[in-house]
């Protein structure tokens, strides 16, 4: 049986496709955008979570971990633990013992059974509503085995299904999955070639070929456009993502405004945020974006 890693599983959403869904996060991601809020999907593997707020000092956690990777900090009138992440293997030791919860590890190796024993508990919802699954991540097609499975699996159950994607995968991984999936989210942050590296690390080039490809192949699409304010909110990115998905004849786009919610993640992980200058985007830029996408003739929505 094929096994995946999955970060979580969110029940009852209702920004990830119509209806009332369930929503399965699968573990790694190709890109690294700057003002991503899921950062604890980026890596294949299981991380360590330290919510440092939680710790009480008790050193349970330093008496548990097997490689020395874990002390107590005496530099404030408070004792909490730190964590040596070079040393740490994530064994998950540490989480296991911690009274608080202080300590977790994101990422799960899981079997098809066990997730779809997860998304049938709420088959209700899903029939009352017009909603389904929701397959997202990280990129889900960085794990195209895993989610073949749970596709097939969820079609044999008669439930809608949709993959949230950033694009940025073998043409061959979607081609597979768009039999499978009811309405694919895709993805499109920037339109520049140059900055779209420079934000995200990669090159847009496979993202909009695919699209392009996608665009033939499925009936059912829905552009996801994050407004990141200085980053891909000016005029010239605007209509250039208008003028490209209308040529393509996708006519539906989400605007996600840009939040920050998703920035303590990093200090939990061990990892910096880079964009904490940024302020949400004004709702009267949101709407002026709106009016503009608008202009191409797509439907556009604001959030998910």
Same mark, same amino acid.
């Given at each position: 049986?094929?096994?995946?890693?999955?970060?979580?599983?969110?029940?009852?959403?209702?920004?990830?496709?119509?209806?009332?869904?369930?929503?399965?996060?699968?573990?790694?991601?190709?890109?690294?955008?700057?003002?991503?809020?899921?950062?604890?999907?980026?890596?294949?593997?299981?991380?360590?979570?330290?919510?440092?707020?939680?710790?009480?000092?008790?050193?349970?956690?330093?008496?548990?971990?097997?490689?020395?990777?874990?002390?107590?900090?005496?530099?404030?009138?408070?004792?909490?633990?730190?964590?040596?992440?070079?040393?740490?293997?994530?064994?998950?030791?540490?989480?296991?013992?911690?009274?608080?919860?202080?300590?977790?590890?994101?990422?799960?190796?899981?079997?098809?059974?066990?997730?779809?024993?997860?998304?049938?508990?709420?088959?209700?919802?899903?029939?009352?509503?017009?909603?389904?699954?929701?397959?997202?991540?990280?990129?889900?097609?960085?794990? *195209?085995?895993?989610?073949?499975?749970?596709?097939?699996?969820?079609?044999? @159950? +008669?439930?809608?299904? %949709? !993959?949230?994607?950033? &694009?940025?995968?073998?043409?061959?991984?979607?081609?597979?999955?768009?039999?499978?999936?009811?309405?694919?989210?895709?993805?499109?942050?920037?339109?520049?070639?140059?900055?779209?590296?420079?934000?995200?690390?990669?090159?847009?080039?496979?993202?909009?070929?695919?699209?392009?490809?996608?665009?033939?192949?499925?009936?059912?699409?829905?552009?996801?456009?994050?407004?990141?304010?200085?980053?891909?909110?000016?005029?010239?990115?605007?209509?250039?993502?208008?003028?490209?998905?209308?040529?393509?004849?996708?006519?539906?786009?989400?605007?996600?405004?840009?939040?920050?919610?998703?920035?303590?993640?990093?200090?939990?992980?061990?990892?910096?945020?880079?964009?904490?200058?940024?302020?949400? *985007?004004?709702?009267?830029?949101?709407?002026?974006?709106?009016?503009?996408? @608008? +202009?191409?003739?797509? %439907? !556009?929505?604001?959030? &998910?």
């Amino acid at each position: 049986m094929k096994q995946g890693i999955i970060f979580n599983i969110q029940k009852y959403s209702v920004h990830d496709g119509p209806g009332i869904r369930t929503t399965v996060f699968l573990k790694g991601c190709p890109l690294r955008c700057k003002w991503c809020h899921n950062p604890e999907g980026l890596s294949c593997g299981p991380e360590l979570v330290v919510f440092q707020t939680r710790c009480v000092g008790c050193g349970m956690c330093v008496r548990a971990c097997p490689t020395g990777a874990v002390s107590l900090s005496r530099n404030t009138s408070v004792r909490i633990s730190v964590t040596d992440r070079a040393k740490c293997t994530v064994c998950g030791r540490c989480a296991g013992v911690c009274p608080t919860q202080a300590r977790e590890v994101a990422g799960t190796p899981t079997t098809p059974d066990w997730v779809m024993e997860q998304v049938l508990k709420d088959r209700i919802f899903y029939e009352q509503s017009g909603g389904g699954v929701t397959f997202s991540g990280g990129e889900p097609l960085m794990q *195209p085995g895993f989610l073949l499975e749970l596709l097939k699996r969820c079609k044999a @159950e +008669g439930l809608h299904t %949709a !993959v949230d994607t950033s &694009g940025y995968v073998p043409w061959d991984s979607l081609e597979q999955t768009a039999p499978l999936t009811d309405l694919f989210l895709y993805d499109i942050k920037l339109m520049d070639s140059i900055r779209h590296l420079e934000y995200t690390g990669v090159s847009n080039q496979p993202i909009l070929d695919n699209l392009e490809r996608l665009s033939r192949a499925h009936n059912a699409v829905i552009a996801r456009i994050p407004v990141i304010p200085g980053v891909n909110d000016d005029a010239g990115n605007i209509e250039a993502t208008g003028q490209f998905l209308a040529g393509l004849g996708i006519m539906k786009a989400s605007i996600l405004p840009y939040h920050n919610i998703g920035s303590d993640k990093y200090a939990r992980l061990g990892k910096r945020y880079a964009l904490k200058h940024i302020e949400r *985007p004004s709702d009267e830029a949101i709407w002026r974006l709106k009016d503009r996408l @608008e +202009g191409f003739g797509l %439907a !556009v929505k604001i959030g &998910g």
